[in-house]
T-cell receptor, first 115, second 115 residues
Framework: DGGITQSPKYLFRKEGQNVTLSCEQN?????MYWYRQDPGQGLRLIYY???????QKGDIAEGYSVSREKKESFPLTVTSAQKNPTAFYLC??????????????FGSGTQLSVL | AQSVTQLDSHVSVSEGTPVLLRCNYS??????LFWYVQHPNKGLQLLLK??????LVKGINGFEAEFKKSETSFHLTKPSAHMSDAAEYFC?????????????FGQGTILTVHP
């Protein structure tokens, strides 16, 4: 079945540690997105990529980094510079605009907590 | 620059009465626009989308939205609320218009439906 897979489901970060959240899709979508969801704050865009080897900062990129070396993969690294990383992280992909099935396809999310 | 404002953080209605969830966007060009819904402890679901075809868009579960360029609004409505409509609703304009682009979620509106 086609879809988006995020792993791990739960992740714990120690002080000063970098951690990487995985996002893989087999939907053949060019565009991929990372969002952070905090209670009462909706979804905030961290980074997005419209094509392989290219990505742009979203609204809250500080303390995060991404790469897009393959179409299928868009990993997010939460660096030690991110002082408040505890949140639910959602990855999404999207087919080309204008298609009948155009919408965001979401992964099941990763809950990141600080030890 | 492009931004979105959901004018009400909370809306409370009685079952059987109309629902109005307001969304205003600012953009230098006509965007494509989406409404997503998130039920408690559930994933995000696409309600409807506007992609420069008809300005009145019908979605799932009896919801509809009207794109008004002169008012830069894309308000979500439903003639008669049902208990199952209780959820958080997000307005999402796409700065890319008919192309890929930054997908920024609005702050969200929590809809409460009273018996």
């Amino acid at each position: 079945d086609g879809g988006i897979t995020q792993s791990p489901k739960y992740l714990f970060r120690k002080e000063g540690q970098n951690v990487t959240l995985s996002c893989e899709q087999n939907l053949n979508h060019d565009a991929m997105y990372w969002y952070r969801q905090d209670p009462g704050q909706g979804l905030r865009l961290i980074y997005y990529s419209q094509i392989v080897n290219d990505f742009q900062k979203g609204d809250i990129a500080e303390g995060y980094s991404v790469s897009r070396e393959k179409k299928e993969s868009f990993p997010l690294t939460v660096t030690s510079a991110q002082k408040n990383p505890t949140a639910f992280y959602l990855c999404a992909s999207r087919p080309f605009p204008g298609q009948v099935n155009e919408k965001l396809f979401f992964g099941s999310g990763t809950q990141l907590s600080v030890l | 620059a492009q931004s979105v404002t959901q004018l009400d953080s909370h809306v409370s209605v009685s079952e059987g009465t109309p629902v109005l969830l307001r969304c205003n966007y600012s953009s230098s060009y006509s965007p494509s626009l989406f409404w997503y819904v998130q039920h408690p402890n559930k994933g995000l679901q696409l309600l409807l989308k506007y992609t420069s075809a008809a300005t009145l868009v019908k979605g799932i579960n009896g919801f509809e939205a009207e794109f008004k360029k002169s008012e830069t609004s894309f308000h979500l409505t439903k003639p008669s609320a049902h208990m199952s409509d209780a959820a958080e609703y997000f307005c999402v304009p796409n700065a890319g218009g008919t192309s890929y682009g930054k997908l920024t979620f609005g702050q969200g509106t929590i809809l409460t439906v009273h018996p």
